[in-house]
């Protein structure tokens, strides 16, 4: 298994790359903003992207976007075919695509929004920490993206305060700040997001009976 740095000699795989993060939204039962060959393809020539291959079959892939002038980048679009699943290759994949958007855009803050706990898992051990959304990207390009969603209802009654997702925010000047003081890492609390989860749920499905 290879993760490289896509480039426009990866362009064959655009399609099935699409077509797979769309129907692994389906399954999930989540809308998401249906990103086009062309989009997928822009990214590679960029140098915006990771791919995994086995060989010269399709295993994963990750593309990185950013917001407001660079300010802020977002490790998007990660996705694993269904034939690479449970091996850890997601993780693999945020890892690298982690250390590239730190060597490409080193002052930049690196954040992500999602309701999956393996994602948040994944985003903590790379140093995210969970945040309100106000201290993510104000970029109104970023937040019309949800629109897909089946959740976007909540994310406009709730004034874009919250949502059923969680904000996590990678800060590289606090992680400096952090070092110096060597503080101790605390480990990743599943069941505390699990309760925030069912909370959210709780609350806004509520509202909308």
Not at 13 to 19: K, L, P, T, V, W
Not at 82 to 103: C, M, Q, W
Not at 187 to 195: L, P, Q
Request: charged content about 30%; proline content about 3%.
């Amino acid at each position: 298994m290879k993760i490289l740095i896509a480039n426009k000699s990866h362009a064959f795989y655009a399609e099935i790359i699409c077509n797979t993060i769309e129907e692994s939204a389906k399954v999930r039962g989540t809308g998401i903003a249906r990103r086009t060959p062309e989009y997928i393809i822009d990214k590679m020539e960029k140098g915006n992207a990771v791919i995994a291959l086995e060989g010269e079959k399709f295993a994963g892939f990750c593309y990185i976007e950013t917001w407001s002038h660079e300010k802020y980048v977002a490790n998007s679009g990660l996705i694993v075919h269904p034939d690479y699943r449970n091996h850890g290759l997601a993780k693999e994949i945020k890892e690298v695509i982690f250390e590239h958007s730190r060597t490409k855009y080193p002052g930049s803050k690196i954040f992500g929004i999602t309701t999956g706990l393996a994602v948040m898992k994944i985003n903590y051990e790379l140093g995210y920490q969970p945040v309100t959304f106000s201290e993510l990207t104000d970029d109104e390009t970023f937040w019309k993206g949800c629109q897909g969603c089946k959740n976007y209802d909540i994310l406009t009654r709730t004034e874009r305060k919250m949502c059923l997702c969680t904000g996590m925010l990678y800060d590289p000047d606090k992680k400096k700040e952090t070092k110096k003081e060597r503080k101790p890492k605390s480990s990743f609390n599943d069941k505390a997001f699990k309760r925030l989860k069912h909370i959210k749920q709780t609350l806004f499905y509520k509202k909308e009976k």
